[in-house]
């Protein structure tokens, strides 16, 4: 998609799994790259690195995205280094699964003021930019645990549900301005996540998806460019969800 070339991306927590997926699907589009990450150093070093060599321009932001002052110096990195801002991954995310009865109050709020906190920050962050240009594409990262629930999940359930009100009450707010406002919901994805389960946990999730696969982190990441390009350009305020089938 040549219409991607010279676009700025912003994506957050983009030093690993799906935000790493997204960095790369992006730069193979030609646009230049603004990631945050906020401990996966060595990570985001090498990811800089092999984002150049696919000739855009990369920079790697150390961010925590709970902290607003720190989202806004996001974006003024990029602007500063990139000179733009085109499209917003909202990516960054932790897990904490516990049941109700054993979740600590930390446990929610990490999770809440990381997770939905952290997209409220970004984006609020990155909105006035996106006026000014009067355009853009926001990206939100929800799961399918915000649409079904999952058990041992009512943090992470309730900070993705949030940020699908998100989505849909923004996409409504800035449609006028032509910021388009998306949320991608993934299932189960070969991350680290999946690859620090036990089999037996492997294969009771596999008989709830109807592909009986797990998604990779490059399609995810090619569903988010489809929706930052112009073929999308009519989808506003949509909950897509990538999922094998699970949540039918």
């Given at each position: 998609?040549?219409?991607?070339?010279?676009?700025?991306?912003?994506?957050?927590?983009?030093?690993?799994?799906?935000?790493?997926?997204?960095?790369?699907?992006?730069?193979?589009?030609?646009?230049?790259?603004?990631?945050?990450?906020?401990?996966?150093?060595?990570?985001?070093?090498?990811?800089?690195?092999?984002?150049?060599?696919?000739?855009?321009?990369?920079?790697?932001?150390?961010?925590?995205?709970?902290?607003?002052?720190?989202?806004?110096?996001?974006?003024?990195?990029?602007?500063?280094?990139?000179?733009?801002l085109d499209i917003l991954?909202?990516?960054?995310?932790?897990?904490?699964?516990?049941?109700?009865?054993?979740?600590?109050?930390?446990?929610?709020?990490?999770?809440?003021?990381?997770?939905?906190?952290?997209?409220?920050?970004?984006?609020?962050?990155?909105?006035?930019?996106?006026?000014?240009?009067?355009?853009?594409?926001?990206?939100n990262i929800g799961s399918?645990?915000?649409?079904?629930?999952?058990?041992?999940?009512?943090?992470?359930?309730?900070?993705?549900?949030?940020?699908?009100?998100?989505?849909?009450?923004?996409?409504?707010?800035?449609?006028?301005?032509?910021?388009?406002?998306?949320?991608?919901?993934?299932?189960?994805?070969?991350?680290?996540?999946?690859?620090?389960?036990?089999?037996?946990?492997?294969?009771?999730?596999?008989?709830?998806?109807?592909?009986?696969?797990?998604?990779?982190?490059?399609?995810?990441?090619?569903?988010?460019?489809?929706?930052?390009s112009s073929k999308a350009?009519?989808?506003?305020?949509?909950?897509?969800?990538?999922?094998?089938?699970?949540?039918?």
């Amino acid at each position: 998609m040549d219409e991607l070339k010279n676009n700025v991306a912003v994506i957050t927590g983009g030093a690993r799994g799906i935000g790493k997926a997204c960095c790369f699907a992006f730069a193979r589009e030609g646009a230049h790259i603004a990631f945050t990450y906020n401990s996966s150093e060595k990570e985001a070093a090498a990811l800089k690195n092999d984002l150049g060599k696919l000739g855009v321009k990369a920079v790697a932001i150390k961010t925590n995205v709970r902290d607003f002052a720190q989202c806004k110096k996001t974006i003024e990195i990029t602007l500063a280094e990139l000179g733009r801002l085109d499209i917003l991954v909202n990516n960054a995310g932790i897990i904490r699964d516990k049941a109700l009865a054993m979740m600590e109050l930390d446990d929610w709020k990490d999770v809440i003021d990381t997770n939905l906190g952290g997209t409220f920050n970004i984006c609020r962050a990155a909105i006035y930019t996106l006026f000014k240009q009067k355009n853009g594409c926001i990206i939100n990262i929800g799961s399918v645990s915000g649409i079904t629930g999952l058990p041992r999940q009512v943090n992470y359930s309730a900070a993705k549900a949030g940020i699908i009100g998100l989505t849909k009450s923004l996409a409504k707010e800035v449609a006028q301005y032509g910021i388009r406002v998306n949320c991608v919901c993934p299932g189960f994805i070969q991350t680290d996540m999946i690859g620090g389960m036990k089999e037996e946990m492997k294969e009771s999730f596999l008989k709830a998806i109807p592909l009986k696969r797990f998604g990779k982190t490059e399609e995810v990441a090619d569903l988010c460019v489809y929706l930052a390009s112009s073929k999308a350009g009519y989808i506003t305020g949509e909950v897509i969800k990538i999922d094998g089938g699970m949540a039918i």
